[in-house]
């Protein structure tokens, strides 16, 4: 679903407006939009910059990771065999983070038409399922949501989010091993994103959402490398879409990185934000896993 006016982006009272998308191929396809933005006015300053940005996206440029639009498109499905290769390999040398204990198993009596024993009220109301039969089974999952801050300003280098993404792959990779049901949430977090400071109040902090991972399904590495590991799909896609959602003349350079805003914290037990640059960053990041998640879910 696109926006088709401003007013369906929703405002908070701290002065960000949000926006989720439904999947990468929505936003894929909002962001390459030729020719289109909320901003309604003659010169369309939005516009312009949204498509001269995808223009300038070709395989020369270490600013969008050497994408066109066409190979963006194509790493939505397949990702670069390099990405995966290296957040996979930078995620099995964080296993050292500390172990996260399996959740419970509960016996659990079920009453059949056959079993191991009889019961007695259900043999003299003659129950057809008076046998019964005790099993172990799992508690209900609990569930754990990660949030993946893929901002990252110009002055940052690509490589820097594979870090992230590899956090969150073995962040991942141990709450589904321990029984968790995991959500990975990425997002874009665009402060300062209004140039006409007029209209600074109305139209300033712009927060995107994404969900890659839904809770209940596997986890796929292929469906979070691009996303949240290739500096294209931030630079290419996100960006591209806060020029075109933004009803106000924007800055150029898109605004500047931000943590994400208290209000939405909360509805995440474990956030990988814009300081988690190195691999000792990321390492250091599943560390306190165990001890944020005990305290979260407590």
Known sequence: MHPTTADEIQRGRDGWHRWEWESPTDLFNFATRDGFALQRNRKGHNRVLADMHLRQMRPDSSFYGGHTVESLREALITPRPSILETIEAIADRITTAAPIAGRPRRRIRHFRE???????????????????????????????????????????????????????????????????SVEIVAFDTAANLGHDRRNAQRFNHLLQYIIIKSAGKPLDVSALATALCDVGFIRGLMMTASARLAPVKICDLFGSEAPLPDADRSGFHYILDTDIRTEAAALAAVNRASTDLDRATA
């Open 114 to 180: 056959y079993g191991s024993e009889l019961d007695p009220i259900a043999h003299l109301c003659r129950l057809p399922n008076g046998w019964s039969e005790a099993q172990r089974e799992p508690a209900p999952a609990s569930l754990v949501r990660i949030g993946v801050n893929l901002s990252i300003s110009a002055k940052r280098k690509p490589h820097e989010l594979l870090y992230r993404g590899a956090a969150a792959l073995a962040l991942a990779d141990r709450y589904a091993a321990a029984g968790y």
